[in-house]
């Protein structure tokens, strides 16, 4: 039976872990799409949400593997900055009467305590119900383990990022011509000319 709790734990833990990962990772990705020239106060408000929904998540459940604590403060230390620029991003829409305020405040706070709230108290929790963390910390390391290891970190990091290079560009041909006759045109014209 206590072998049963222990996986129920290290499972709803590593659920949040990657839920907050795949929150993070879409809220960058929806940061990239709408990159470009904000034009109104509006534009300005969402990159910022994007951008707030996008880091936090992700880097709130990467240190929730080894400090729930500290992960759970970041998602609640982050919720009323999270809430303001989400209920911010229709500010033009507000001013010019094409949405109501209370219909706006009832999505952004959903999405709020959604995405920040639900998983700073579950951090905070696993923390006060003293819970194992994921991912324990070696008691000592070498000096030879922690080179090697920054080593590897800094590869992990080359890696996914010209895989996120790759993935991001994909994914805009993918959008912007979408196997279109534009697109197949063009593709057309590039052969032509060969």
Known sequence: MQHIASLTKKA???VFILGGTLVGIFGLVILDRRWGYPESLSDWVFLFAAALFGFIPLFASVIAARSPSRAGLLFLFS???ALAASFLTQIDR???GMILWYVLLGYSSL????????????W???QRLNWAPVMSRPESVSQGHKI??????GCSAVVFGFDWCCCVSCTHTAIFYDSSEEF???FRLRQFAK
């Open 184 to 186: 197949m045109g063009k």
């Open 79 to 81: 919720t009323p900055f």
């Open 111 to 122: 999405a709020t305590l959604v995405i920040f709230v639900l998983p700073g108290l579950f």
């Open 148 to 153: 090697l290891r920054i080593g590897r970190n």
């Open 12 to 14: 709803l833990r590593w």
């Open 124 to 126: 905070l929790g696993t």
């Open 94 to 96: 507000l001013r010019y």
